[in-house]
């Protein structure tokens, strides 16, 4: 069976910084895609930031220059370095992974956590 546990998660003032993790573990055969995701109440769930099998980046517009996406293969698990946080960074952030399984091809999601940034 495959998990996705996000951490890292918070209540952070404007300015601060927070870094998520999302730890990946099951019989994972290959990755190829990990991504972080958010969704404000009331919003559609965004893109935040990819990474690539080839160590590609891509960063939503809204969040260049403030957030690092990055990964440790060592401990199969994703980070998002989140900098200079605004009130408009509120929302659940989700760990995504399109990998291959002992079940086949798929994407993967983590059960969320919560980013609030508030003075």
């Known amino acids: 069976q495959v998990q996705l546990v996000e951490s890292g998660g918070g209540l952070v003032q404007p300015g601060g910084s927070l870094r998520l993790a999302c730890a990946i573990s099951?019989?994972?055969?290959?990755?190829?895609?990990m991504a972080w995701y958010r969704q404000a109440p009331g919003k559609q769930r965004e893109l935040v930031a990819s990474?690539?099998?080839?160590?590609?980046?891509k960063y939503a517009d809204s969040v260049k220059g403030r957030f690092s996406i990055s990964r440790d293969n060592a401990k199969n698990t994703l980070y998002l370095q989140m900098n200079s946080l605004n009130p408009e960074d509120t929302a659940e952030y989700y760990c995504?992974?399109?990998?291959?399984?002992?079940?086949?091809?798929?994407?993967?999601w983590g059960q969320g956590t919560q980013v609030t940034v508030s003075s």
């Open positions: 995504n992974s399109y990998m291959r399984t002992n079940a086949g091809l798929s994407s993967y």
């Open positions: 990474l690539g099998s080839q160590d590609t980046t």
């Open positions: 099951g019989s994972i055969k290959d990755i190829y895609l």
